[in-house]
């Protein structure tokens, strides 16, 4: 049953989305009441999800069962949670200088700092990425829950907000999809975007904002696998190499990518393959030549060395058949399949068979083995989204909207997307509680009504 105008409850500060920006944001605005406000002993006695909205500051609204699900299977489970140092060339989105705002204020070794106060240790592994020290994401999110239930917060679980409408006051009323109504001064969304949907992130934030007049950039997938011909790399899959990944179009190299590649049944995987994909779904709307990757599966030798040595291995041993002739530099399946291609010959061919120019060919395949890439895998697969709500709608240092007041928003749900390696929790963290504080601050004084 729908509540009547007397039972709608209100509070200061609705978060809607209890992922790593909506609980970042809730512990920011909770900290901030904290200050102000006698607590009521009895209300905060119970665990934050069994506090009822309406006689607390601070209610963030989720639609899961549970808060933080996604955060659970970060990092492989182990919540790779900020980089450092924190490379702001590693962000994107029509403006990735919106970021720079939330970004400088709260940077990686401030977030750091904010984790070791919740109790977390952290390690920053060789390559930047940063990991708590157990490397269990549960840990990060049990202790992000606790700090809740020190906070002047309710949560409630199964709420799934289908509007916000401004109550013709001052203040914002959000709508679950059960008809129930939460009356906030401020709103502050981080529903996430569209990448895996599993974990509850199906585009909500772009209807609720789109319906109040706010802009969209289409949503694509990022940090996802990218899919070639299957006939490509069928003979190959299960094989992991550690190469170099090179994205092209034309003769433009578009980013160039170290790390483990893996070979797929529908293309290929792993960290540099990830990392290339946000330029894919970019560079796929647009018109012109295909785009190519071009693997080179010796990325520390030049390609004169490669020649080089297979001329005197060839030297030394011609009688060797070609299926041994890139043993001990490849995958031997793969260097069969090369020996075989640039040849034409039966593997028992001896190696005496080839000619220099077949050795160069072969040397070349080695260092920039082609193959067209037609496209990524789907939502279901990415792991973060590119593109979203258009941050030009959005002031950089509150992301308070510019069209709707007392709203606000943060997390993956704008336009602001991460490399692998952290990037994407370190936004969520930051802007989380960059709206946070300014949606708190601002509602000081409009609550209890
Ligand atoms: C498998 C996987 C591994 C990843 N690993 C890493 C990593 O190691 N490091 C890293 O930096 N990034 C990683 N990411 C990306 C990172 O998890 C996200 O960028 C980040 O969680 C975004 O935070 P967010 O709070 O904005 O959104 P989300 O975490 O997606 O949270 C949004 C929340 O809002 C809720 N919600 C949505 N709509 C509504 C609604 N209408 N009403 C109420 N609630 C709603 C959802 O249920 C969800 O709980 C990974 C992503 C995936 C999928």
């Given at each position: 049953?729908?509540?009547?105008?007397e039972?709608?409850?209100?509070?200061?500060?609705a978060?809607?989305?209890?992922?790593?920006a909506?609980?970042?944001?809730?512990?920011?605005?909770g900290?901030?009441?904290?200050?102000?406000?006698?607590?009521a002993?009895a209300?905060?006695?119970k665990?934050?999800?069994?506090?009822?909205?309406?006689?607390?500051?601070?209610?963030?609204?989720?639609?899961?069962?549970?808060?933080?699900?996604?955060?659970?299977?970060t990092?492989?489970?182990?919540?790779?949670?900020?980089h450092?140092?924190l490379?702001?060339?590693a962000?994107?989105?029509?403006d990735?200088?919106?970021?720079?705002?939330a970004?400088?204020r709260?940077?990686?070794?401030?977030t750091?700092d904010?984790?070791?106060q919740?109790?977390?240790?952290?390690r920053t592994d060789?390559?930047?990425?940063v990991?708590?020290?157990?490397?269990?994401?549960?840990?990060?999110?049990?202790?992000?829950?606790l700090?809740?239930?020190?906070?002047p917060?309710?949560?409630?679980?199964?709420?799934?907000?289908?509007?916000?409408?401004p109550?013709?006051?001052?203040g914002?009323t959000?709508i679950?999809?059960?008809d129930?109504?939460?009356?906030?001064?401020?709103?502050?969304?981080?529903?996430?975007?569209?990448a895996?949907?599993?974990?509850?992130?199906?585009?909500?934030?772009?209807?609720?904002?789109?319906?109040?007049?706010?802009?969209?950039?289409?949503?694509?997938?990022?940090i996802?696998?990218?899919?070639?011909?299957?006939e490509?790399?069928?003979?190959?899959?299960?094989?992991?190499?550690?190469?170099r990944?090179t994205l092209?179009?034309?003769?433009?190299?578009?980013?160039?990518?170290?790390?483990e590649i893996?070979?797929?049944?529908?293309?290929?995987?792993?960290?540099?393959?990830?990392?290339?994909?946000?330029?894919v779904?970019?560079?796929?709307?647009?018109?012109?030549?295909?785009?190519?990757?071009?693997?080179?599966?010796?990325p520390?030798?030049?390609?004169?060395a490669?020649?080089?040595?297979?001329?005197?291995r060839?030297a030394?041993?011609?009688?060797?058949?070609?299926k041994?002739?890139?043993?001990?530099?490849?995958?031997?399946?793969?260097?069969?399949?090369?020996?075989?291609?640039?040849s034409g010959l039966?593997?028992?061919?001896?190696?005496?068979?080839?000619d220099?120019?077949?050795?160069?060919?072969?040397?070349?395949?080695?260092?920039?083995?082609p193959?067209?890439v037609?496209?990524?895998?789907?939502?279901t697969?990415a792991?973060v989204?590119a593109g979203g709500?258009?941050?030009?709608?959005?002031?950089?240092?509150?992301?308070?909207?510019?069209?709707?007041?007392?709203l606000?928003?943060?997390g993956?749900?704008?336009d602001?997307?991460?490399?692998?390696?952290g990037?994407?929790?370190?936004?969520?963290?930051?802007s989380?509680?960059?709206?946070?504080?300014?949606?708190?601050?601002?509602?000081l004084?409009?609550?209890p009504?």
């Amino acid at each position: 049953m729908s509540q009547t105008a007397e039972q709608v409850p209100t509070c200061a500060v609705a978060i809607v989305g209890g992922g790593a920006a909506g609980l970042a944001c809730a512990i920011a605005a909770g900290r901030i009441w904290a200050e102000q406000q006698a607590l009521a002993p009895a209300l905060l006695g119970k665990p934050a999800e069994e506090r009822p909205a309406g006689q607390l500051p601070v209610v963030l609204l989720e639609k899961q069962d549970r808060l933080g699900r996604k955060l659970l299977a970060t990092g492989n489970g182990r919540c790779n949670l900020s980089h450092q140092p924190l490379d702001r060339a590693a962000y994107h989105g029509t403006d990735p200088a919106f970021a720079d705002a939330a970004l400088n204020r709260f940077g990686a070794n401030e977030t750091l700092d904010w984790f070791r106060q919740l109790g977390l240790l952290c390690r920053t592994d060789p390559d930047g990425r940063v990991f708590p020290y157990s490397y269990q994401a549960s840990a990060v999110l049990d202790l992000l829950r606790l700090e809740l239930d020190r906070l002047p917060v309710a949560v409630l679980t199964r709420w799934r907000a289908a509007a916000i409408q401004p109550d013709g006051k001052s203040g914002l009323t959000v709508i679950s999809e059960a008809d129930d109504r939460l009356s906030a001064g401020q709103v502050v969304l981080a529903t996430g975007g569209l990448a895996a949907p599993a974990f509850g992130c199906q585009g909500d934030g772009y209807t609720l904002l789109g319906a109040l007049g706010h802009r969209l950039i289409e949503p694509k997938p990022a940090i996802v696998q990218l899919t070639t011909p299957r006939e490509a790399v069928r003979a190959w899959t299960g094989i992991k190499v550690e190469g170099r990944a090179t994205l092209r179009r034309g003769s433009a190299i578009l980013r160039q990518e170290d790390g483990e590649i893996l070979f797929t049944e529908y293309g290929v995987s792993g960290p540099p393959i990830l990392q290339l994909a946000g330029l894919v779904n970019q560079h796929s709307a647009r018109s012109g030549r295909p785009l190519q990757l071009e693997i080179d599966f010796l990325p520390l030798l030049a390609e004169a060395a490669v020649t080089g040595f297979l001329a005197a291995r060839l030297a030394r041993n011609g009688q060797l058949p070609l299926k041994s002739l890139l043993t001990g530099l490849v995958h031997k399946r793969i260097g069969q399949s090369l020996a075989r291609q640039v040849s034409g010959l039966s593997l028992d061919a001896p190696c005496a068979s080839l000619d220099m120019l077949q050795l160069q060919q072969l040397a070349w395949q080695l260092k920039r083995w082609p193959v067209p890439v037609t496209g990524t895998r789907d939502w279901t697969q990415a792991q973060v989204t590119a593109g979203g709500l258009q941050t030009a709608d959005f002031d950089p240092d509150t992301l308070a909207s510019r069209r709707v007041p007392g709203l606000y928003a943060a997390g993956e749900v704008l336009d602001i997307d991460g490399d692998c390696g952290g990037y994407n929790l370190q936004w969520a963290w930051s802007s989380g509680r960059q709206a946070g504080e300014a949606a708190a601050r601002a509602s000081l004084g409009q609550w209890p009504t």
